[in-house]
């Protein structure tokens, strides 16, 4: 909803460890240097992520894992 979230970094390369859950969101700059959480809402047909850089060029490698539902059961009696 216009909200965003950004840090200074003078270096040439930066890892991101993003994790999407139903409702959030966190990204985890250079093994927790920096961590971005937020709340997100999106339509069925929204699926995926974008990066995007202001000025110049950007190289990456991008790896994803998609992570199966859990069935948790209580252990209390």
Excluded at 6 to 31: G, H, P, R, W
Aim: hydrophobic share 35%; glycine share 8%; no cysteine.
């Amino acid at each position: 909803y216009g909200t965003s979230r950004q840090m200074k970094y003078n270096k040439k390369e930066i890892s991101l460890d993003i994790f999407v859950d139903t409702t959030s969101a966190e990204i985890f700059v250079n093994d927790g240097l920096a961590v971005f959480t937020t709340r997100v809402f999106p339509e069925k047909q929204q699926s995926g992520i974008g990066l995007f850089v202001e000025k110049g060029l950007m190289e990456y490698e991008l790896e994803g894992w998609k992570l199966n539902k859990m069935d948790i059961k209580s252990t209390e009696k």
